[in-house]
């Protein structure tokens, strides 16, 4: 989960403030916006042979909840 501040100048951009871990709620350190332990981020944009055609999730998960992610799965994450 990203929150952004919002800085105004001739364009209004935004920069990331804070990225939050959406299963333990655990702060990911950033500095400057950039972030500073490696972290999983996914984005996905469902599609039309889905229930959720065109539905876009999004979360990030910090190292310590994806290696407990993956270690449920069946088949192991391949190299
Ligand atoms: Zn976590």
């Known amino acids: ?5 919002v800085i105004e100048t001739k364009e209004t951009q935004k920069k990331v403030k804070k990225i ?3 299963k ?8 400057k916006g950039e972030p500073r332990a490696d972290f999983l981020s996914v984005e996905k944009r469902w599609g039309y ?5 065109n539905q876009v999730d ?5 190292e ?4 407990a992610f993956v270690a449920t799965f069946v088949i ?4």
């Open 58 to 62: 999004s979360f990030d998960l910090c």
């Open 76 to 79: 192991p994450v391949g190299e």
């Open 49 to 53: 042979f889905s229930e959720k055609d």
């Open 20 to 22: 939050i871990c959406n």
């Open 1 to 5: 989960m990203r929150q952004y501040e």
């Open 24 to 31: 333990c709620g655990k702060e990911i350190p950033t500095e």
């Open 64 to 67: 310590e909840c994806y290696d």
